[in-house]
């Protein structure tokens, strides 16, 4: 797994990124629609237009404090959820067209987006994508590459209204504890925590469409 880190500071806390290995700019998202999936030859499932995939709030994963009979030493758990479209940022992987017609876009530009985790204590980045692997899928990885190609056609749903699509990874926005052993029963002390946004092996072409 391939992961770029680089640290920042605030008056908090300590911040670790794994940061976007790529430059450019993208538009925001809105609301996805659904499209169909295609399986590449490097395991990466294409997935466009995924309607109804994200979430509008987080969703709840850890309902009760982990105990030391359980877990051993310091570990991360999951306390919250939510499904994210991550954009690529780079040119070449977002397009606006209209009114009305059919947008064909292509991905002309290669990159890879990256795990990026803040934090408010040391912690092993890797930690937090393993405990997200367990927890919530086992498609999410620290780094989901993008390659040039990628072709989709999507008809704008109607004359006044402009079409946007963008290309990302699938993943997950989500918030996370670190816990540590407490005396010689299965107490537990949280000694971190943080959030972090994560890709999947899950890529394709997000669609939404505005008034102008």
């Given at each position: 797994?391939?992961?770029?880190?680089?640290?920042?500071?605030?008056?908090?806390?300590?911040?670790?990124?794994?940061?976007?290995?790529?430059?450019?700019?993208?538009?925001?998202?809105?609301?996805?629609?659904?499209?169909?999936?295609?399986?590449?030859?490097?395991?990466?499932?294409?997935?466009?237009?995924?309607?109804?995939?994200?979430?509008?709030?987080?969703?709840?994963?850890?309902?009760?404090?982990?105990?030391?009979c359980?877990?051993s030493?310091?570990?991360?758990?999951?306390?919250?959820?939510?499904?994210?479209?991550?954009?690529?940022?780079?040119?070449?992987?977002?397009?606006?067209?209209?009114?009305?017609?059919?947008?064909?876009?292509?991905?002309?530009?290669?990159?890879?987006i990256?795990?990026?985790?803040?934090?408010?204590?040391?912690?092993?980045?890797?930690?937090?994508?393993?405990?997200?692997?367990?927890?919530?899928?086992?498609?999410?990885?620290?780094?989901?590459?993008?390659?040039?190609?990628h072709?989709?056609?999507?008809?704008?749903?109607?004359?006044?209204?402009?079409g946007?699509?963008?290309?990302?990874?699938?993943?997950?926005?989500?918030?996370w504890?670190?816990?540590?052993?407490?005396?010689?029963?299965?107490?537990?002390?949280?000694?971190?925590s943080?959030?972090?946004?994560?890709?999947?092996?899950?890529?394709?072409?997000?669609?939404?469409?505005?008034?102008?």
């Open positions: 797994m391939h992961i770029r880190t680089r640290s920042a500071s605030t008056s908090a806390a300590a911040v670790l990124l794994l940061c976007f290995t790529t430059a450019g700019t993208a538009t925001a998202a809105d609301a996805p629609v659904g499209g169909p999936v295609v399986v590449s030859e490097d395991d990466t499932t294409e997935i466009n237009d995924r309607q109804g995939w994200e979430d509008e709030t987080e969703q709840p994963v850890l309902d009760r404090e982990p105990q030391r359980e877990l030493g310091t570990w991360i758990k999951i306390t919250s959820k939510q499904a994210y479209h991550i954009p690529s940022w780079w040119n070449g992987t977002s397009y606006k067209d209209g009114p009305g017609g059919t947008m064909t876009v292509s991905v002309t530009k290669s990159g890879t990256t795990a990026e985790v803040s934090t408010t204590a040391e912690v092993e980045a890797s930690m937090v994508v393993a405990s997200a692997k367990s927890s919530i899928s086992y498609k999410i990885s620290g780094s989901a590459t993008i390659t040039t190609g072709t989709y056609s999507r008809t704008i749903s109607s004359n006044k209204k402009y946007h699509m963008r290309y990302g990874s699938w993943g997950y926005k989500v918030k504890k670190q816990y540590r052993a407490k005396g010689n029963g299965c107490g537990a002390t949280q000694i971190g943080g959030t972090a946004t994560l890709p999947t092996k899950e890529t394709g072409w997000k669609y939404w469409e505005t008034s102008s």
